[in-house]
């Protein structure tokens, strides 16, 4: 059945109307905000968007035109006109082409379809982009104040991040699908970042490193007058035994020294040098750990021939009360034996290995002692 022109022209009518509010729909909708702030920005893509709904409205302005003059026609019972208008070449395009009010309506139809899916990509790309910008900006913020607060602000990799940053913001006004420098920001962000904790973890370990250095050295010191005089008094009281060992030579006084070095290293931190105090640290400790090792090994060498005569003079002692306590404190084996072994460890110098010899045929002498008592 053969549609009356006026059925024809309600039905293009609707389309427009159709055309009309997908259009409308369009051009409000919040994504086309980002997309025209990229299309002004130089984004091309963004502009071909842009340009495309221009070219749509252009045409829905065509489509609408041709309906209301149909309809007028139609009114007015115009009828080559009305064929015309319900024909093929309705209506002529800008570039000289022609086509029918029904393809014009498709045509802007098919435009707003093509176009939905390039705006919600940019769009999307956009928000995207904005979102990770803000995140930046955020983070470089913090980053520059915390930068600023230990001194650091002029740091290669806080000026890099400075640069990072500018950058990204002019590529994402260009381009936010972009995401080249992006990316280049955030390993700037993550290089600031490691920087900035790099730093802040040396200004509280440094000071306190400083402190256990000194602890330390004054504990080498320590040490180190221990035994020395542990030295002496063995020479003085033992005299010559094996395993001396002279201790560490500490330079007092001396720029090589550890005491002057950390000086020196407590100078770099107070005048905000930490990396080279950090770094001298490392150094100093090494040495500091072998120097107090060597001072603890000479102490304990030096300190044991008079910890030995000690040692032997109270075996000494505990065998004369066990002597006495088996009857045998008038032996005069016993007595000859004690008297040697006594009168070289309270002698000055102790003849060390003379004593241990004395002291252990005292001991046994007790022991055969004893013995002999228990068989009977």
Same mark, same amino acid.
């Given at each position: 059945?053969?549609?009356?022109?006026?059925?024809?022209?309600?039905?293009?009518?609707?389309?427009?109307?159709?055309?009309?509010?997908?259009?409308?729909?369009?051009? @409000?909708? *919040?994504?086309?905000?980002?997309?025209?702030?990229?299309?002004?920005?130089?984004? *091309?893509?963004?502009?071909?968007?842009?340009?495309?709904?221009?070219?749509?409205?252009? $045409?829905?302005?065509?489509?609408?035109?041709?309906?209301?003059?149909?309809?007028?026609?139609?009114?007015?019972?115009?009828?080559?006109?009305?064929?015309?208008?319900?024909?093929?070449?309705?209506?002529?395009? *800008?570039?000289?082409?022609?086509?029918?009010?029904?393809?014009?309506?498709?045509?802007?139809?098919?435009?707003?379809?093509?176009?939905?899916?390039?705006?919600?990509?940019?769009?999307?790309?956009?928000?995207?982009?904005?979102?990770?910008?803000?995140?930046?900006?955020?983070?470089?913020?913090?980053?520059?104040? $915390?930068?600023?607060?230990?001194?650091?602000?002029?740091?290669?990799?806080?000026?890099?991040?400075?640069?990072?940053?500018?950058?990204?913001?002019?590529?994402?006004?260009?381009?936010?699908?972009?995401?080249?420098?992006?990316?280049?920001?955030?390993?700037?962000?993550?290089?600031?970042?490691?920087?900035?904790?790099?730093?802040?973890?040396?200004?509280?370990?440094?000071?306190?490193?400083?402190?256990?250095?000194?602890?330390?050295?004054? &504990?080498?010191?320590?040490?180190?007058?221990?035994?020395?005089?542990?030295?002496?008094?063995?020479?003085?009281?033992?005299?010559?035994?094996?395993?001396?060992?002279?201790?560490?030579?500490?330079?007092?006084?001396?720029? $090589?020294?550890?005491?002057?070095?950390?000086?020196?290293?407590?100078?770099?931190?107070?005048?905000? &040098?930490?990396?080279?105090?950090?770094?001298?640290?490392?150094?100093?400790?090494?040495?500091?750990?072998?120097?107090?090792?060597?001072? $603890?090994?000479?102490?304990?060498? @030096?300190?044991?021939?008079?910890?030995?005569?000690?040692?032997?003079?109270?075996?000494?002692?505990?065998?004369?009360?066990?002597?006495?306590?088996?009857?045998?404190? &008038?032996?005069?084996?016993?007595?000859?034996?004690?008297?040697?072994?006594?009168?070289?460890?309270?002698?000055?110098?102790?003849?060390?290995?003379?004593?241990?010899?004395?002291?252990?045929?005292?001991? @046994?002498?007790? @022991?055969?002692?004893?013995?002999?008592?228990?068989?009977?």
């Amino acid at each position: 059945m053969t549609r009356s022109p006026a059925d024809v022209a309600q039905g293009l009518g609707a389309a427009a109307s159709e055309v009309a509010a997908a259009l409308y729909t369009l051009d @409000n909708a *919040p994504d086309m905000v980002f997309v025209r702030t990229q299309a002004d920005g130089g984004n *091309p893509a963004a502009a071909a968007v842009i340009s495309s709904l221009g070219l749509a409205w252009e $045409r829905y302005a065509l489509l609408t035109d041709a309906v209301d003059r149909l309809d007028t026609a139609i009114s007015a019972r115009r009828g080559p006109e009305i064929d015309v208008l319900l024909g093929p070449a309705a209506v002529q395009l *800008p570039d000289g082409t022609t086509l029918g009010v029904a393809q014009l309506a498709d045509d802007v139809r098919l435009r707003v379809q093509q176009i939905e899916p390039r705006l919600t990509a940019l769009a999307g790309a956009a928000r995207e982009a904005v979102a990770k910008l803000d995140a930046a900006q955020v983070a470089t913020h913090d980053l520059v104040a $915390r930068a600023g607060a230990i001194g650091a602000a002029d740091d290669v990799e806080i000026t890099a991040l400075a640069a990072a940053l500018d950058r990204a913001i002019t590529a994402v006004s260009r381009d936010p699908a972009q995401s080249a420098d992006l990316a280049d920001l955030d390993q700037a962000v993550a290089d600031a970042l490691h920087r900035v904790e790099a730093l802040e973890h040396q200004q509280r370990a440094v000071p306190a490193a400083l402190a256990e250095a000194a602890a330390q050295v004054a &504990e080498i010191e320590a040490l180190v007058e221990r035994a020395a005089d542990a030295l002496a008094l063995t020479r003085t009281k033992v005299g010559p035994s094996p395993g001396l060992v002279n201790p560490p030579d500490l330079q007092a006084g001396s720029d $090589r020294s550890l005491r002057a070095w950390l000086i020196r290293l407590q100078a770099q931190a107070e005048a905000g &040098e930490l990396e080279a105090a950090a770094a001298g640290l490392t150094g100093w400790k090494a040495a500091a750990d072998a120097c107090l090792a060597e001072a $603890r090994r000479a102490e304990a060498a @030096n300190a044991a021939p008079l910890a030995r005569r000690n040692e032997l003079r109270g075996l000494l002692d505990a065998y004369r009360a066990k002597a006495a306590a088996l009857g045998r404190d &008038e032996d005069g084996h016993l007595a000859r034996l004690h008297a040697a072994a006594r009168e070289v460890l309270y002698s000055a110098p102790c003849a060390l290995q003379t004593a241990e010899v004395n002291v252990r045929e005292y001991v @046994n002498a007790v @022991n055969d002692r004893g013995r002999d008592q228990e068989r009977r």
